[in-house]
């Protein structure tokens, strides 16, 4: 079965770091464009960043970029997603995602996602 496991969530003071990870099994990683994508308390979800099933290509969304990068490692299944200068407004869950086609998860569609973990900004 396909399984998309996210870790790397945690509790971090405003401005620090953090780097999520998503473990892919069950799939042929490559062959996988990967988002990630997170939802606040009483808020919708939100699109942060898609990767190529390569990783030459990703896309952020404005809220995040130069903070937040996507990136991947083929070799070990994984897409990562490194948080830096972290603020109040990116306290959410962090859902990772797979689809074969990048413009999918783009349009927040995907065929498979993750379970979620919670990233939580204090002060």
């Known amino acids: 079965q396909v399984q998309l496991v996210e870790s790397g969530g945690g509790l971090v003071q405003a401005g620090g770091s953090l780097r999520l990870s998503c473990a892919a099994s069950?799939?042929?990683?490559?062959?996988?464009?990967m988002g990630w994508f997170r939802q606040a308390p009483g808020k919708e979800r939100e699109f942060v960043a898609v990767i190529s099933r390569s990783g030459s290509t990703t896309y952020h969304a404005d809220s995040v970029k130069g903070r937040l990068t996507i990136s991947r490692d083929n070799a070990k299944n994984t897409v990562f997603l490194q948080m830096d200068s972290l603020k109040h407004e990116d306290t959410a869950v962090y859902y990772c995602?797979?689809?074969?086609?990048?413009?999918?998860?783009?349009?927040?569609?995907?065929?498979?996602w993750g379970q979620g973990t919670q990233v939580t900004i204090s002060s």
């Open positions: 995602a797979a689809d074969r086609d990048f413009g999918s998860i783009r349009a927040y569609r995907a065929e498979y």
């Open positions: 069950g799939l042929t990683f490559s062959s996988y464009a």
